[in-house]
């Protein structure tokens, strides 16, 4: 399960970050942000955090087509024969990161 950290209601204010930003795109930040009632700040901020997170929540989910689906089921249901090419595989992954 991936670590999603939620943005508490009280905020200790330690960090800064700067950026440069085109004159429309702050246009658009400051309309949006007095259509939630936030500072600019408090927007960007929100903004960025819910950003951040969809981003790291989705590096952890893997998509497949319907093919690939029904592939990856037959294989996990009738798993290949292994080779000795994968069994020489299986062992080098087992030096190198430990037992599965």
Do not use: C, W
């Not at 004159?23 to 009632?37: C, K, P």
């Amino acid at each position: 399960m991936p670590y999603i950290a939620h943005m508490p209601q009280t905020r200790t204010k330690a960090h800064r970050l700067e950026a440069r930003i085109a004159r429309d795109s702050l246009a658009a930040i400051r309309r949006a942000a007095e259509i939630q009632g936030r500072s600019v700040s408090d927007f960007v901020v929100h903004a960025a955090h819910e950003a951040a997170n969809r981003t790291i929540a989705e590096a952890h989910i893997v998509r497949l087509s319907a093919a690939d689906q029904i592939a990856l089921v037959k294989a996990l249901l009738k798993p290949p024969i292994a080779t000795p090419a994968m069994r020489r595989a299986i062992k080098r992954r087992e030096r190198l990161l430990g037992p599965a």
